[in-house]
């Protein structure tokens, strides 16, 4: 492909003008990235458009899709059922061809449509477009939404609860038996489940399903890094395009609060519930969300939604079943390895202390050994990428944190992904927390459904 085809004069000639991306240096801490490739596909964003809300079959398969601009209705524009009754509701990430090319400092991200000479094939990824929940009453992992509305306002009470479908205590959120808060301003009905670790929602996640995020997650994550051309993903939302019809600034903050007002209000359990961005569709936007019975009064939050993507960082932890981390005190060596699994029959949350790599995970790469912003990232030729360096800040590198459980920790940990809502410009598409162990359930921590 060569680093400088696609750009300046240069005119790529068939088949090599089919594809799309950015490049950036290692050396530079500037978040914003160059296009390359053929530019009226960064207009255009064929790959990007792809990515769609739809209702499942049991086997995965598509059962209908959503409405472009409405995912409250099927595709054909017939009122659609979207509680998960149904099916569950997913998100699909297409099937597109990569290539990661470096030279010297440099490097590339390229992707297209077509299997051109050097790409790689990224296979179709299905996850929940919101936090999932569980259907007590199947004990099984679900995604849907519970919401009702007025024309295109949430259907609220007098006192301006939500109202929301008749069925949704079954798939109560936060702890999933908190009850006694049912029909108050922190009600869980209709929110995603917590508290919950991987052990625990992992026999939930039946018929293929499974909460292995981190790939699609991460995938998902470059689309939009192509999209706007920069790492900086909370970089302020700006609906207008360049000059040149780019996409410029960023997703903006996601439903930031205050920590201690959360404690006060729900003991961090989730406020915004699942599917509040179903009026965008499979459109990027932000919907602004009433929080009912917050410290001083009622707050407005803005929800982010990235082409079908809800909240997609700086809300919930997020708890990814396909990465372990082995952490080896500075007295032994001093090593942090990033392991990935691909096969979600084999995923584990390993003993604290084993000595043995658990079957089905290979290493990746080794982890920056100290805690900060992430400057860059290692990226392998099919697209898996790990954070390599700190030395970045909110708004240079990666803009996004890593948090290290510090050089004396030893053993294997979990990996976290995305931040909550109270942890600022820390938060993001890079965010990354190997700082608990694989036990790890909080309040504030939820999964994604996935499927691949």
Request: aromatic letters at 12%; hydrophobic letters at 30%.
């Amino acid at each position: 492909m060569g680093l400088i085809l696609g750009s300046g004069s240069t005119k790529p000639q068939y088949p090599y003008d089919m594809w799309y991306g950015v490049q950036g240096d290692l050396t530079s801490k500037d978040y914003k990235l160059t296009r390359v490739g053929n530019l009226d596909l960064h207009r255009t964003l064929p790959i990007q458009k792809k990515l769609r809300r739809f209702v499942e079959n049991t086997d995965g398969s598509v059962k209908y899709y959503l409405h472009q601009n409405d995912s409250r209705k099927k595709d054909s524009g017939a009122k659609a059922t979207i509680d998960s009754t149904d099916g569950n509701v997913m998100l699909e990430k297409p099937k597109y061809y990569l290539r990661i090319e470096f030279e010297g400092t440099k490097w590339v991200y390229g992707i297209s449509e077509y299997p051109l000479p050097g790409f790689v094939e990224m296979t179709r990824k299905t996850c929940s477009p919101w936090c999932a929940t569980i259907d007590r009453d199947n004990n099984l992992a679900v995604s849907g939404c519970w919401l009702q509305w007025n024309g295109d306002e949430l259907l609220r009470d007098d006192e301006g609860i939500l109202k929301l479908a008749d069925n949704a205590a079954r798939f109560r959120g936060g702890n999933g038996s908190n009850s006694a808060w049912d029909g108050t301003y922190h009600s869980m009905l209709g929110m995603p489940r917590t508290s919950i670790s991987k052990a625990g929602a992992r026999p939930l996640c039946k018929n293929g399903t499974h909460l292995g995020v981190y790939r699609v997650y991460t995938e998902i994550a470059w689309l939009q890094r192509i999209e706007y051309a920069s790492l900086h993903c909370q970089d302020t939302y700006n609906e207008t395009l360049t000059a040149d019809g780019f996409r410029q600034g960023g997703l903006g903050s996601g439903p930031a609060v205050d920590g201690s007002q959360w404690n006060t209000w729900g003991g961090y359990n989730p406020f915004v519930p699942c599917g509040v961005t179903a009026t965008l569709g499979n459109n990027t936007g932000r919907i602004p969300y009433v929080i009912k019975g917050w410290t001083g009064g009622d707050k407005t939050v803005y929800v982010t939604s990235y082409r079908g993507l809800e909240a997609p960082f700086e809300y919930l932890w997020l708890l990814a079943d396909d990465v372990l981390i082995r952490h080896i005190p500075d007295t032994e060596g001093g090593r942090s390895i990033a392991y990935l699994c691909q096969d979600p029959t084999k995923f584990t949350s390993h003993s604290d202390n084993a000595t043995t790599v658990p079957d089905g995970y290979e290493e990746m790469c080794d982890l920056p050994r100290d805690s900060g912003y992430i400057l860059h990232f290692a990226i392998s030729t099919n697209g898996i990428c790990f954070p390599d360096a700190i030395g970045g800040s909110s708004n240079q590198g990666a803009c996004d944190y890593y948090w290290h459980p510090g050089r004396t920790a030893s053993g294997w940990w979990g990996w976290l992904l995305s931040a909550n809502a109270n942890t600022g410009a820390s938060a993001g598409f890079g965010s990354l927390y190997a700082n608990l162990r694989s036990s790890y359930s909080n309040a504030y921590g939820g999964f994604r459904l996935c499927r691949f």
